[in-house]
C-alpha cells in the first residue's frame, strides 16, 4: 500500500471498493466525484458553496489555464489553490484531451503536439516536459501525464499513440521535480505552494483489450502513486467502456487509487465503481445544469418542459440541496425561460449536490456491504439517456465544447 | 404621521433623515437602496446572499412578469414572496417605465397604454386597473400607480402626459381593492398573500418645475401612503435632477416615505438622501457587474484592464464583502475575461455590498448629525463618470435594457 491511499473496504460481491486518499490538502474518502472546474472555477457555484456541497475534489484543465491567464500568474498568486480561493484537494488534467479535442489545428510527434488556441488562433507546443512544468505551477495535489486521445474505435492510430503516450509517460515522470513522491497523509497545508504533487499515470489504449493490457503493464511498471484511465466515455457504447475497465483494472495495483477521466454520469458512476474505480470527473452535471436540466433519481428532468410551469414540488422530494429546499420547479423553469443566472445556479447547485450525495450513499453501501443491492436498486429505477441520444447530443453540442 | 412609517432623525443641515417603514414582511430602515429584481430575480445573487448583504428591500418589474411567468401562476406560487423565495419586504413598479422605454410598439391615451412584447412581439394593454389587477397577484408589500413616462425636456408632451398619469393615478387608486392602507406596523407574515398592500403615487412633470409643482399638489392631495418621483435619472443632466427634486420634496408631506425611482449611483444617493428621499431602486450595481465593473470609495474600477491581470489586491482593501474575503482583482479579471459566471457573482456581491454599506454608512451619518460632512468626504473622493461618458453608455447599451 502506497503511503497516502487507504483502502477501508472492498466489496465481496464487485471490484467496488471503499479508501481515502491523503493529499497535502486534506482528505479525499473514495469513491469520489470531482465537479469539473475547467478554468480555476467549478462553473456557477463558488469555493463556499462546493464546500457546503461536501465536494472533497475538484478538477481544473491545464489547457484552458496554461492560455488564459497563464501558469505564471496563477503561481504568483499563490498556485490554484491561492488563486481560486480553493482549500481543497484539487488535481489538474495534462491538457491532452483538449488538445485533441479542442484545439484548432495540430501535428502530433513523438516530440509532444502542436496546437492552435481556440481563443485566439496562437499556436503553442506541449511536450511532456512543457506539462509537467505547467501542472507544477499550477500547484494541484495530484497532477497528470501528458497522453494522446484518438478515436477509440481507429485500431491503427490507436498504436501509434499508444507508443507516443507510453513515451511521454516516462518523460513526465523524469520531469516531474516537485516532490514526485506518493500522495502524503498528515494535515493539509494552507498553501499548495511548495507542497507535494502526486503524477499519475495514465493507461490508454482505445476500445481494444490488446492495447489496454500492454498499456496497463507498461504504466504501472513505471510505478506511479496512482493510475487514470483515459480515452473512454469519448462516445463508445457504454459495453466497450465496461469491457475495458474489465480488461484493466485488474492490471492495476490493489494499493494505488484508480481514476476514470471525463466519466460522472450516475449510470457510469454505478458501473465504474463496481469495475473497481475509486476517482471520477466529469462535466455532465454541471454543463446540463447550464441547459435546464437536473437529475432525479428517476432520470433527468428538463426544465424547460412547460409541464413545470405552475408545478409547486421542488426538483425532487427529499432533496436536502439548497434548491430543493427553498424553490419550486415553477419558479425553477421560470429561471431557465428566462436566461437568468439563478437558474443556472440552482440548477447546478441541485446537480452538483445529487451526485456527491450519491457517492456518499454508494461509499455507505459499500461499507455496509449493500452495494450491488444499492446499484441494482438505482438503475433499475433510473432512465438512461440512450446511445444514439447522447451521440446527438454531443454532435449538436460540438463547437461549444469549452467546458 | 402615517401608521407605516416612522421618521426618527432629521438632518439639522440638509434634508436628509432617517426613518423606519414597517411593511407586512419586516422593518424597512430608511434610506434604503432596493436592489432591483427584474424577473423575480436579483440577477446572479441568492435570497440567501441578498438577506446576507443586509438588503431590506427589493423591487421587481410588473411588465417583465406580466409577460412571463404571468401573474396568475406567480399568485398560485404564493405571491413574489412564495415564488422567489424572498421574505423580506418586496415593492412592484407598475411597468409604465419598462412599457415607455423597452416594448417595441405602443399607443397611448386616457384609457391605457397599448404595446408590444419586447419578448413576442404580442399586443398588450395596461389600463390603471389592469396594472393593479396584476400587481395584486404579485402581491408585493408597496406597489405604484401607472404612470407614463415622457422625454423629460418636451415640455408639450410632458403637459399631456402628465393629465394621463393624474387620472391614473385616481382610477388606480380606486381600483385597489387588497387592503388599501397604509404601511402597517407589526410582525411580519410569512405569505404576502392576504396581506396589506401600500400604493404609493407617482409625481411626474419632467424637467419642469411648474409641471413637477402641479403633479405633487394632485397626487398628494389623493392622499397615498408614500410617494415616488418618476421620470429622473432617465438621461437628463444631473442638476435638472437635482433642481426638480428641490422644487417636488417640500410639496411631499413629510410623514409619508419618498421613493425616487430609478436613481442608485453613489453620487445619486447621496444627493437624492439630502434633498429628502427615502428609497431607492436602481440597476446600475448590478448591470454594471455584469459588465465588469466593481465600485470601489474613489470611483468605479474595471475589471478587464489589464493592469489588473496579476493585482494580487482584493477590488478594495478593508471591504468586508465576500469577493474582497477571499478574491484577488487578478482572479476576478480572469473570471470576467473567461466569461465565468462566478466572475458575474463575485462583481455582483461586491457592488451590492458598497451600496448597501454606503446606505447604512449614510443613516448612521445622519443620526449622529454628520450626514453633511460624510457627504462632502466622500464626493471629494469618488470620481463621477461625466454626463457625455454617461450618455454614450446609454446609447451603446439601447437594445439590451432587459434589467
Known amino acids: 500500500m502506497s503511503l497516502g491511499f487507504e483502502l477501508l473496504k472492498e466489496d465481496p460481491l464487485s471490484r467496488a471498493r471503499v479508501g ?7 482528505q479525499v474518502p473514495t469513491p469520489v466525484f470531482a465537479p469539473v472546474g475547467t478554468q480555476a472555477t467549478v462553473k456557477a457555484v463558488s ?11 475538484i478538477l481544473a484543465n491545464t489547457y484552458h489555464l496554461y492560455l488564459r491567464p497563464g501558469p505564471d500568474i496563477v503561481a504568483d498568486l499563490g498556485g490554484l489553490h491561492g488563486f481560486m480561493g480553493w482549500d481543497g484537494p484539487i488535481m489538474t ?3 491532452g484531451f483538449q488538445v485533441f479535442s479542442l484545439a484548432r489545428l495540430r501535428a502530433v510527434d513523438m516530440t509532444g503536439v502542436t496546437f492552435r488556441s481556440h481563443l485566439d488562433g496562437s499556436e503553442h507546443l506541449f511536450t511532456p516536459e512543457r506539462v509537467i512544468e505547467i501542472q507544477e505551477k499550477l500547484g494541484a495535489d495530484i497532477i497528470l501525464c501528458l497522453d494522446e486521445c484518438p478515436e477509440p474505435l481507429d485500431y491503427d492510430y490507436n498504436v501509434q499513440a499508444l507508443e507516443r503516450t507510453h ?23 494552507s498553501s499548495g505552494h511548495g507542497s507535494g504533487q502526486a503524477l499519475f499515470g495514465i493507461v490508454q489504449g482505445g476500445a481494444f483489450a490488446d492495447l489496454r493490457r500492454q ?57 465504474g465503481v463496481a469495475r473497481g474505480m475509486d476517482i471520477f470527473d466529469c462535466v455532465l452535471p454541471t454543463r446540463i445544469a447550464r441547459n435546464g436540466a437536473v437529475f432525479t433519481r428517476t432520470g433527468r428532468l428538463n426544465m424547460r418542459n412547460a409541464r413545470y410551469a405552475d408545478d409547486p414540488a421542488p426538483i425532487e422530494e427529499g432533496c436536502g440541496c439548497y434548491a430543493c429546499r427553498h424553490f419550486s420547479r415553477a419558479y425553477l423553469r421560470h429561471l431557465v425561460m428566462a436566461k437568468e443566472i439563478l437558474g443556472l445556479r ?14 456518499r450513499e454508494i461509499r455507505e ?27 446527438r447530443n454531443r454532435e449538436a453540442r460540438s463547437g461549444r465544447q469549452e467546458e
Open 346 to 359: 440552482l440548477a447546478t447547485l441541485h446537480n452538483l449536490h445529487f451526485m456527491l450525495s450519491l457517492m
Open 93 to 95: 488534467d495534462s491538457g
Open 215 to 271: 498499456s496497463a503493464e507498461f504504466i504501472t511498471a513505471l510505478d506511479f502513486p496512482g493510475y487514470s484511465i483515459g480515452g473512454l466515455s469519448v462516445g463508445e457504447p457504454k459495453e466497450l467502456m465496461h469491457e475495458m475497465l474489465e480488461v484493466t483494472v485488474p492490471l492495476l495495483p490493489e494499493d494505488k487509487p484508480r481514476h476514470l477521466l471525463g466519466a460522472g454520469s450516475p449510470e457510469d458512476i454505478f458501473e
Open 47 to 57: 469555493p463556499r458553496e462546493l464546500c457546503e456541497l461536501g465536494a472533497s475534489l
Open 167 to 189: 513515451n511521454w509517460a516516462e518523460r513526465c515522470k523524469q520531469a516531474h521535480t516537485r516532490h514526485n513522491q506518493a500522495l502524503r497523509p498528515g494535515p493539509s497545508t
Open 20 to 26: 481515502v486518499m491523503h493529499t497535502p490538502h486534506g
Open 365 to 391: 453501501a459499500i461499507l455496509a456491504g449493500t452495494f450491488s443491492a444499492l446499484r441494482r436498486e438505482f438503475l433499475a429505477g433510473y432512465e438512461i439517456i440512450p446511445h444514439e441520444a447522447r451521440q
